[in-house]
Structure formats: C-alpha cells, structure tokens
C-alpha cells in the first residue's frame, strides 16, 4: 500500500509512520524539516518497502500542490498536518488565525485537488482525517483551533457523502490529547492523555476498521457529548467557570 502521511516529522505523524513501516506498504512522508524527516527516513527504511520523504510547508499551497502531483497515485492519505498557539483568551492575531486555517484546514483541501482525480480512476482509497475533540466543543480559550478542526468535520462529512460511491473511503479521526509538540505547549492538566505510540495505535486500528468517526478517548468523548447534551443555560454556567479559572 501506497502511503502519503503529512506532518511526519513528529508526534502523530511520525509515530503512525513507525506503525505503518512494514514490506508491504512504501511510505511518503511530508513536513517542513528535512533534518527530522530524514532521521525518520533511515530509522524506517530497513523496515518498509520504501521510504520517500517530501520536505514542503502546506500553507505553500502551489508549491506543495506541485510536489503532490508528482507522486501520482497514492493508495491512502492520511491529513495529520496540524497546529495550534496553545491557549488564550487573548485577542488572536489575524496573521495567526489565517496560518491556523491554512494548516488546518485549507492545505488538506490543496493535497485533495490533485489526489481525488486519482482515487476516483482508481474507484478506491482512503482519506483519513486527523482533527481532533477540540471541534465538538469550543471553550474560550481555544476558540481558534477548534472551529477549524470543526470545519474539517464538515469537509470531511461532505466528502464522505460525495464520494462514498465511488469507492472512497473517508475516515475522520477525532483524538483527545496526546503527547506531542503541540500538546507540549499546554500548561495545564491535560485529561485521560496518551502517549504518542498509544494514540497513533488507536488510529491505526481504527483506519483498519474503516470508521467512518472515531473519537478517542472514549470517556472523553462522552463528557464532551453529555456537556453538549445539556441545556444552554447550564453548558454556558460550566463554560463560564472554566474560564474564570483560566484567567
């Protein structure tokens, strides 16, 4: 299997990499840092049947739309590019909200221009969303980062419903936290965290499944739902508390 993992020079990316290096699949592995990418690339080379790396910033986007369409088919991508400038409840540059979006969002469309043509010649592959628990509930501190995730969800969704007859499979994975770079830059308790190896092994098994949704950890995501589930009145009570507390 023919494999395209954006952001894999670290934390998600990087270890779904290790979980995906083995003799039957030729791995593409796509960041900005070449140094790490190539660490990445002689640590996995003895296992897979390949290893190409890709080294383009996704908010470049004729650039990395250039590089994508020199790979021609690919047999699954996985959309795990991602950041976020941790938590505030400060007045968000524009400059950061739009790198935000283009990140998080906007490239996943870029790399998907050139790759769609292809699964649906092929009527097969798989397009798997990573976006996150973040997008099901918007806290104050986080407002930025969580409506593109949500917006990925609908992207996702749409295309789901697009596309399901074709042969294309779309999986859109939602984790809580887990240990990364971008985790990193939080300072406060972070609930039911998981390593980088035990996140990206529940999104190995869950592409495997082909789920059309999944959500991780599984209490996690039912406090989100039960928060979602309540009155207005109370949510925004329970909001508002936490909020006081991170100001």
């Given at each position: 299997?023919?494999?395209?993992?954006?952001?894999?020079?670290?934390?998600?990316?990087?270890e779904l990499a290790r979980q995906y290096a083995n003799k039957?699949?030729?791995?593409?592995?796509?960041?900005?840092?070449?140094?790490?990418?190539?660490?990445?690339?002689?640590e996995l080379l003895p296992h897979a049947k390949s290893v190409t790396i890709v080294v383009a910033d996704v908010t470049k986007f004729?650039?990395?739309?250039?590089?994508?369409?020199?790979?021609?088919?690919?047999?699954?991508?996985?959309?795990?590019?991602?950041i976020s400038i941790g938590h505030s409840l400060k007045i968000t540059p524009f400059s950061d909200?739009?790198?935000?979006?283009?990140?998080?969002?906007?490239?996943?469309?870029?790399?998907?221009?050139?790759l769609l043509p292809h699964f649906l010649a092929k009527k097969s592959g798989k397009i798997v969303f990573i976006s996150s628990l973040a997008s099901l509930i918007s806290m104050p501190t986080s407002k930025v980062?969580?409506?593109?995730?949500?917006?990925?969800?609908?992207?996702?969704?749409?295309?789901?419903?697009?596309?399901?007859?074709?042969?294309?499979?779309?999986?859109?994975?939602?984790?809580?936290?887990?240990?990364?770079?971008?985790?990193?830059?939080?300072?406060?308790?972070?609930?039911?965290?998981?390593?980088?190896?035990?996140?990206?092994?529940?999104?190995?098994?869950?592409?495997?499944?082909?789920?059309?949704?999944?959500?991780f950890p599984l209490r996690f995501y039912l406090i989100i739902l039960f928060l979602n589930a309540l009155p207005q009145f109370l949510r925004d009570k329970i909001v508002f508390r936490i909020k006081r507390k991170a100001s």
């Open positions: 299997m023919k494999i395209l993992i954006t952001g894999a020079s670290s934390g998600i990316g990087e039957d699949n030729e791995l593409i592995l796509l960041a900005r840092r070449e140094d790490r990418l190539q660490n990445l690339q002689q004729d650039a990395l739309q250039e590089k994508i369409r020199t790979l021609g088919h690919v047999d699954m991508v996985i959309l795990n590019a991602g909200f739009k790198n935000i979006y283009d990140v998080n969002v906007l490239s996943n469309h870029a790399i998907l221009e050139i980062y969580s409506s593109s995730k949500r917006a990925l969800n609908a992207y996702a969704e749409g295309l789901r419903y697009n596309y399901k007859s074709e042969g294309i499979k779309v999986i859109n994975i939602l984790p809580g936290f887990i240990k990364s770079e971008l985790t990193d830059k939080n300072s406060f308790h972070m609930p039911f965290l998981l390593s980088t190896k035990e996140g990206a092994q529940r999104i190995v098994k869950a592409i495997e499944k082909e789920k059309r949704l999944y959500a």
